[in-house]
């Protein structure tokens, strides 16, 4: 077997998918009622999700199994590589071995088809035929529209403005599969005329996105809504990626010191990291687990470990989470799928206990590493995987200065070339960095929910 590219066949394909649940020391608190702040319970979330999805949010059974309808459209792209970057190894004259896990080779161009698939098949199975939701960068949107398509079902996207206008071939993309696809602020929602009425120039932010594809779901008995990330359950489908990438590196005769993916919400790092965060606990693996996430918008680096509303609307349970509050704006940074204000409270339980750690990095660095993974690699990523990117080559830089031989394995969650007007802008000299200043993020954080 090649030591650059290392491959599972179909029947190595993970069977179940793997629930961290069963394993934390600490569970994170259950989410809350909007309206009377007392835990949710499954009829108050039958209203947009199905029974099944419902279930898998708060199992603590260890391992879920994957339905076989569900496993035959992963094998459109599943089980995917896992590769060896030798050429960036070389480039940066590191004693440090780097892998990547790359997932932008599914039909949707990144790990998201990963929990669109199973969220449409549940849906489905129980008689729902039209699903809402959000997109930031386009990613979900693109996956959602694709699983939609697959069982027949119809879909409709409210997509970040600002992704919007930089990103329209993904739009186009949802638009090939049959979704709707909407700006958002719209004016086809009350949570969306009210933040227009408040800023018609607003541009848009995914708990925006999220107020407005929960109302339109709630008012629909054949409408639910689907989530790309943050709840248990999106999780949970994205561990087939860890699962797979811990088989290939067996393969290859190799263990991870340091797991590395980026961080917007949480399913990229959870469906990499939480297999080996199993490792870890259970196994006492030496292994680090990190998050990389942007410096313009760092929940888990600068955030606050409370209860927020995950949507600006407050629609939405209350989530106890990393957070820089609901009503933050992230600036318009390139990395649509990361400006997003709280994150998944599985990764934040974790984080709080000191079991995985968090790192945030510039707009401009991540540009950088991407274009010099690029060269080497010959694959150009997606501006959120550049995060992991950037990550991995400092932890390799950190391995040459310290003159010792790690082992680095990164999620490389997804394509970029859908994103080429963003390496425009870099290559320019035209793209800047947005470091939050300290009076943004207090402003934020002043108007917490009272618990």
């Known amino acids: 077997m090649s030591d650059v590219k290392i491959l599972l066949t179909e029947k190595e394909m993970p069977e179940k998918w793997y629930n961290i649940m069963a394993d934390m020391p600490n569970l994170p608190k259950p989410p809350l009622h909007p309206a009377t702040k007392q835990p949710v319970g499954p009829e108050d979330l039958s209203a947009i999700f199905p029974m099944e999805l419902i279930k898998q949010e708060v199992t603590q059974e260890r391992w879920i199994e994957i339905p076989d309808e569900v496993r035959e459209i992963y094998r459109l792209w599943r089980p995917s590589p896992l590769c060896r970057a030798r050429r960036l190894e070389?480039?940066?004259?590191?004693?440090?071995?780097?892998?990547?896990?790359?997932?932008?080779?599914?039909?949707?161009?990144?790990?998201?088809?990963?929990?669109?698939?199973?969220?449409?098949?549940?849906?489905?199975?129980?008689?729902?035929n039209r699903l809402t939701t959000e997109t930031g960068a386009g990613q979900w949107g693109v996956a959602l529209s694709q699983a939609c398509n697959f069982f027949g079902m119809e879909c409709k996207v409210y997509m970040v403005k600002v992704s919007y206008d930089q990103k329209p071939y993904r739009r186009s993309m949802m638009q090939i599969y049959g979704s709707t696809v909407v700006a958002s602020p719209s004016d086809e929602t009350e949570a969306g005329r009210k933040v227009l009425a408040a800023d018609p120039e607003s541009p848009g932010s995914l708990g925006i996105a999220i107020s407005e594809a929960v109302e339109v779901a709630a008012q629909r008995d054949d409408t639910n809504y689907a989530l790309g990330s943050v709840l248990n359950?999106?999780?949970?489908?994205?561990?087939?990626?860890?699962?797979?990438?811990?088989?290939?590196?067996?393969?290859?005769?190799?263990?991870?010191?340091?797991?590395i993916a980026c961080c917007g919400g949480g399913s990229n790092f959870s469906g990499m990291a939480f297999p080996f965060v199993y490792d870890k606990l259970v196994q006492g693996a030496k292994v680090r687990l990190i998050a990389a996430e942007p410096s313009s918008c760092p929940t888990l680096t600068r955030g606050q470990f409370a209860y927020d509303f995950g949507d600006v609307a407050g629609l939405t349970p209350l989530l106890y989470m990393y957070t820089l509050g609901s009503e933050f704006m992230p600036p318009s940074i390139h990395s649509g799928g990361l400006r997003y204000h709280g994150d998944s409270p599985l990764v934040s339980q974790l984080l709080h206990d000191g079991i995985i750690e968090a790192t945030s990095l510039d707009q401009t660095s991540i540009f950088k590493g991407a274009i010099l993974f690029a060269r080497c690699e010959g694959v150009v990523p997606a501006p959120e995987s550049s995060h992991a990117i950037q990550c991995a080559i400092n932890e390799a830089l950190a391995a040459k200065e310290a003159g010792e031989a790690r082992t680095?394995?990164?999620?490389?969650?997804?394509?970029?070339?859908?994103?080429?007007?963003?390496?425009?802008?870099?290559?320019?000299?035209?793209?800047?960095?947005?470091?939050?200043?300290?009076?943004?993020?207090?402003?934020?954080?002043?108007?917490?929910?009272?618990?």
């Open 90 to 128: 070389k480039a940066l004259d590191t004693p440090a071995k780097i892998y990547y896990k790359y997932e932008g080779a599914s039909p949707a161009g990144s790990h998201k088809l990963n929990t669109a698939v199973p969220q449409a098949y549940f849906n489905k199975q129980e008689g729902i």
């Open 233 to 259: 359950h999106v999780m949970l489908h994205q561990t087939v990626i860890g699962l797979e990438a811990k088989e290939q590196m067996a393969k290859a005769g190799d263990y991870p010191d340091i797991v």
């Open 408 to 451: 680095i394995l990164f999620n490389l969650s997804g394509h970029g070339l859908l994103d080429l007007p963003s390496y425009d802008k870099y290559m320019a000299g035209k793209m800047e960095d947005y470091p939050l200043p300290e009076e943004i993020l207090s402003s934020a954080l002043k108007n917490l929910p009272k618990i």
